[in-house]
Nanobody
C-alpha cells in the first residue's frame, strides 16, 4: 500500500535551516508529483508550498520561494525539502503528499503523518 513518512523536523533558531525528507513506498515515485504542505497551530492548512516532478518544473508558493528547495531521489524513493532562512512564522507541522496529476492540478491522494518544525530563539 502507499505510504509516506516524513522526517527531519525539529527546533531551529530564526535564520537557520532544516532539511525535511519524505520516504515513500508502495508506488513508483518517478511517475508522480509530490508536494509539501504545512499547518500552523490554529490555522488552516497551507499549500502546496512546493511540488516536485520528474518531468515538469517545480512549483513554489510565494511564501517560500527563494528560501525552500524541493528535490527528489527517485532511486531512493525520497523527496526532500531544504528550508533556509527560517522564520518564526514557518513554525508548523509539515506534510508531504502525493499529487498525481501535477501540473494539471494540485489535487492530492495520499498524505504522510507530518513532522513538526518549530522556529524559535
Amino acid at each position: 500500500q502507499v505510504q509516506l513518512v516524513e522526517s527531519g523536523g525539529g527546533l531551529v533558531q530564526p535564520g537557520g535551516s532544516l532539511r525535511l525528507s519524505c520516504t515513500t513506498s508502495g508506488f513508483t515515485l518517478e511517475n508522480y508529483g509530490m508536494g509539501w504542505f504545512r499547518q500552523a497551530p490554529g490555522k488552516a492548512r497551507e499549500g502546496p508550498l512546493a511540488i516536485s516532478s520528474s518531468y515538469f518544473s517545480p512549483y513554489y508558493a510565494d511564501s517560500v520561494k527563494g528560501r525552500f528547495t524541493i528535490s527528489r531521489v527517485n532511486t531512493k524513493n525520497t523527496v526532500n525539502l531544504q528550508m533556509n532562512s527560517l522564520k518564526p512564522e514557518d513554525t508548523a507541522v509539515y506534510y508531504c503528499a502525493r499529487i498525481p496529476y501535477y501540473p494539471s492540478n494540485y489535487d492530492t491522494d495520499y498524505w504522510g503523518q507530518g513532522t513538526q518544525v518549530t522556529v524559535s530563539s
